[in-house]
């Protein structure tokens, strides 16, 4: 009984046990407040540095914020650090706040030499399981926010730490990089740049499509071709058909597009165009160094989308950094994105705002696009990275400082546009709802009511707006305007828009900043076909006006006084309208310090002859090259040093730049003797891609010369237009240099190529042995540079024949030489005596 008594105060003892334990293990853990040290260290590189370098100081801390989160929780604030400078003087920096890695960072540079002491602070702090930057990053999509971390620590405090001291040695002498990068190319170079290439990085220019202006590419400073390839038939379709002014292929109407190009990473794309309607029937990428078509697609996912954009965006987080390449297209409501090397379908951004254009897109020096859009009484900004970023996170365009955000970029599904989104702001009473212009500062907001058929009711109204955060500028103002005149906002650039009026050829500038006028009317030079179009573009602080009479006017953006004017004059009969006009539609593009321009016009008959498409030296106003082309239904796209365009005579895509040469060199008798000369030979030719296609190999099996850029012109009009070959056509420099048998190299002679391509020269080697002899073309603003080198010997030559070495005499002689010599003496002797005595007796 006891034992059994004993057994059931044991059950009931368990029991309750089990009971009260019970719900403590139902509860859920807390763990309570605890403290938390982490130390704290700091580096300064690099060290030593030269007086006036900068260093790059970074302090962090052996561990990072516990988190749940990733990114979203506690961060180490009020960090701070002393710089004790060589007197004793001190000077901190701070505080800061951490990064999710537990890192701040600054740069410094120091004035003076001698030793300074850098020391980082941490005062320490409890965790609250909140983000102090939550307030300047935008919330996840999912309501992930700046406080969803931390919270198992809340409470907890993190101890003070201090960083050892650390002496940054600074000395008269300056530091070097180990790692110098390469200095730019003076030869042929391609795409990829390498990666530690960083000066080459401006040659490689893109061309986004955003605007017509190229401030990061060098331009053609000749005419050169280097490759041609059809779009679609072209030139006179032939017999039954008339030859004439008006029976080619199709290639100026109005309501029809060919060719819109895009150029991305030294690759072309542009939409592929049913010849007799706009139909996108494909998308090709083409190599635009080769001209090789590396893919073709449909138009998209829906067989119908357009290339607008495409995309080199830069991208810094915490986890990664680079660069990433798209392509964006329009497809109804929505805008897509895809992959810019391979074409494959990204992402779909839906809902998209009809009236925000991809083509109406701002490009950032970064690459992010930025639209600004007015919807519902609201002026919106939509930045093309934020959108992208979701749903993984997304920051602001303009960071704060030491901001870094942990995210990837990684676009795909659907993407809703309002992502995209960075603000939104109501428009001011009475400000226009309709944008002007804009810059990546200011936008304008205006209106300019007419009475009929574009005629001014003599006023304009306008406001401007900051264009990083949607405040309102200034305005809006009402401003007088002449009445009855077609006046229109013809382009923006510096701060300043310029109105031109088409009735009276005048031209005022505004200024973007306060809205008020800075300078005008200014009378543009022109004629009577003047009035009919006019179109602009801004660079290098000018505005460039082109007109439908064949004038172009360079006007200072600030002052509206007038550079310069250019004008090809009269045109005789091979227009109908006495000129030759340059059509409105296409504004040209500026690049490399020269105005791109096309003579010609679209739909209305005829297909006038002899339209150039045109080089002007942006600052003078001088011609600098054209060529016969009629380019006015395509965009002169600039990117990597070439140019591309489209032309109507033939319906090709044309791409101009610096060919690729070929320079051969030889001695048919490479060995010779000492004294004597030999005749050295070769050609230089041109070995630019479109001399390798099957129509210039069968005009020219041989190859084709490399031409002096004086002659390039007509030459290429023959070599790829059909035109006559210029009978004056010369080659290109050579230099012939030798190695000779005592390792001195020297000039030996320089030469021209004929219109061949051959050249010769004539070479004595001075002293016996091997010789290397080396042809050198250093190249031109048509051609890169090329050389060749070939071999020579020369051999000792026998001996000088020596002077002939006369035979010892006889005896016989030695004997007879002497009495002969007297008796010859003897008779003269008495021959004179003779002659004397008869003389006498005479």
């Not at 067989?303 to 080199?312: H, K, N, Y």
């Not at 995210?407 to 226009?432: C, D, E, K, Q, Y």
């Not at 630019?688 to 190999?697: A, E, L, W, Y």
């Not at 006889?810 to 003897?826: H, K, T």
Request: aromatic letters at 12%.
């Amino acid at each position: 009984m006891k034992f059994a008594k004993n057994k059931m105060t044991f059950a009931i003892a368990l029991f309750l046990m089990i009971t009260v334990a019970a719900p403590i293990m139902i509860m859920p853990t807390a763990q309570a407040a605890i403290e938390l040290q982490m130390y704290l260290l700091i580096v300064v590189n690099p060290n030593p540095v030269g007086v006036g370098q900068t260093v790059y100081v970074s302090a962090f801390f052996t561990h990072t914020m516990p988190t749940s989160t990733g990114m979203w929780g506690d961060r180490h604030e009020n960090v701070t650090v002393d710089v004790t400078k060589p007197d004793g003087t001190k000077q901190t920096f701070g505080p800061y706040i951490a990064d999710s890695t537990g890192g701040v960072w600054f740069q410094y540079v120091p004035a003076v030499i001698g030793n300074y002491t850098f020391q980082a602070f941490y005062p320490g702090q409890i965790l609250t399981g909140t983000n102090p930057l939550a307030d300047q990053i935008a919330n996840f999509s999912s309501g992930m926010g700046g406080a969803a971390a931390n919270l198992d620590l809340i409470g907890s405090y993190v101890k003070p730490a201090v960083s050892e001291k650390l002496t940054l040695i600074v000395q008269e002498e300056q530091v070097l990089p180990k790692y110098q990068t390469p200095p730019l190319p003076t030869e042929y170079w391609s795409r990829p740049i390498y990666s530690t290439n960083y000066n080459w990085a401006q040659l490689g220019g893109n061309w986004f499509g955003d605007t017509n202006v190229q401030l990061y590419s060098e331009a053609p400073n000749t005419g050169h071709i280097l490759w041609t390839k059809p779009t679609h038939f072209g030139g006179q379709a032939g017999a039954p058909i008339d030859g004439d002014q008006m029976s080619q292929y199709m290639s100026t109407s109005l309501l029809v597009t060919y060719f819109d190009p895009r150029i991305l990473n030294g690759i072309l794309y542009y939409n592929q165009y049913a010849s007799s309607n706009s139909k996108i029937v494909g998308w090709a990428a083409v190599d635009l160094r080769t001209g090789e078509t590396l893919w073709t697609r449909s138009a998209g996912e829906t067989g119908s989308e357009s290339i607008t954009r495409v995309q080199a965006m830069n991208w810094h987080t915490i986890q990664e950094y680079g660069t990433t390449a798209y392509i964006w297209s329009s497809a109804g409501s929505s805008l897509k994105v895809y992959d810019a090397m391979t074409g494959t379908y990204l992402a779909n951004i839906t809902s998209a705002q009809n009236v925000l254009n991809l083509a109406d897109f701002d490009c950032t020096e970064q690459g992010t696009f930025l639209g600004w859009y007015v919807s519902g009484g609201n002026l919106t900004l939509w930045n093309s990275t934020q959108a992208l970023a979701y749903p993984l996170g997304r920051g602001p365009y303009y960071m704060p400082q030491n901001v870094t955000f942990q995210s990837t970029i990684r676009p795909s599904g659907n993407i809703p546009f309002s992502m995209g989104n960075m603000w939104s702001v109501p428009l001011a009473a009475g400000v226009p709802s309709s944008i002007g212009a804009r810059t990546l500062d200011v936008i304008l907001m205006r209106s300019a009511p007419t009475k009929a058929l574009r005629m001014s009711a003599g006023y304009q109204v306008t406001a401007g707006y900051d264009a990083k955060t949607g405040a309102l500028l200034w305005g809006p103002l009402n401003q007088t305007l002449p009445e009855s005149e077609d006046i229109s906002v013809t382009c923006t650039g510096d701060d300043v828009y310029v109105l031109t009026s088409k009735t009276s050829c005048r031209a005022w500038g505004y200024s973007m900043k306060t809205g008020n006028l800075l300078w005008g009317p200014v009378d543009l030079p022109g004629n009577a076909l003047s009035h009919f179009t006019l179109t602009g573009a801004t660079a290098y602080g000018n505005a460039y006006i082109s007109d439908f009479g064949g004038f172009v006017n360079a006007l200072d953006l600030q002052t509206g006084e007038l550079k310069w004017t250019f004008t090809r004059g009269g045109s005789g009969y091979d227009t109908p309208f006495g000129v030759y006009p340059i059509w409105y539609f296409s504004v040209g593009s500026i690049a490399d310090g020269k105005v791109f321009l096309s003579e010609g016009h679209v739909y209305d008959p005829p297909l006038f002859p002899d339209g150039q498409q045109l080089a002007i030296n942006a600052t003078t106003g001088e011609l600098v090259w054209s060529i016969m082309a009629c380019t006015i239904k395509s965009t002169e796209a600039v990117a990597d040093g070439m140019m591309v365009t489209w032309n109507s005579y033939d319906n090709q895509i044309y791409t101009f730049g610096k060919g690729q040469t070929d320079t051969t060199v030889s001695i048919q008798d490479d060995v010779i003797t000492h004294g004597n000369s030999v005749l050295i030979t070769g050609s230089v030719t041109d070995e630019s891609p479109g001399t390798q296609d099957s129509d210039r190999v069968a005009r020219f099996p041989h190859g084709i010369p490399a031409i002096a850029d004086e002659y390039m012109t007509p030459w290429m009009e023959y070599v790829y237009m059909q035109q006559p070959r210029p009978a004056d056509a010369v080659g290109v420099e050579v230099i012939l240099a030798v190695l000779d048998p005592n390792n001195n190299c020297y000039e030996i002679g320089r030469t021209t190529s004929d219109a061949s391509g051959g050249y010769k020269l004539m070479f004595t080697p001075e002293v016996p042995g091997e010789y290397t002899v080396i042809a050198t073309f250093e190249g031109s603003e048509s051609y890169w540079t090329s050389t060749a080198q070939t071999y020579l010997g020369v051999l000792d030559g026998p001996d000088a024949t020596p002077e002939p070495t006369q035979a010892p005499a006889s005896m016989a002689d030695q004997y007879f030489l002497p009495v002969s010599g007297g008796i010859i003496a003897a008779i003269a002797v008495v021959g004179i005596a003779v002659i004397a005595l008869m003389l006498r007796k005479k």
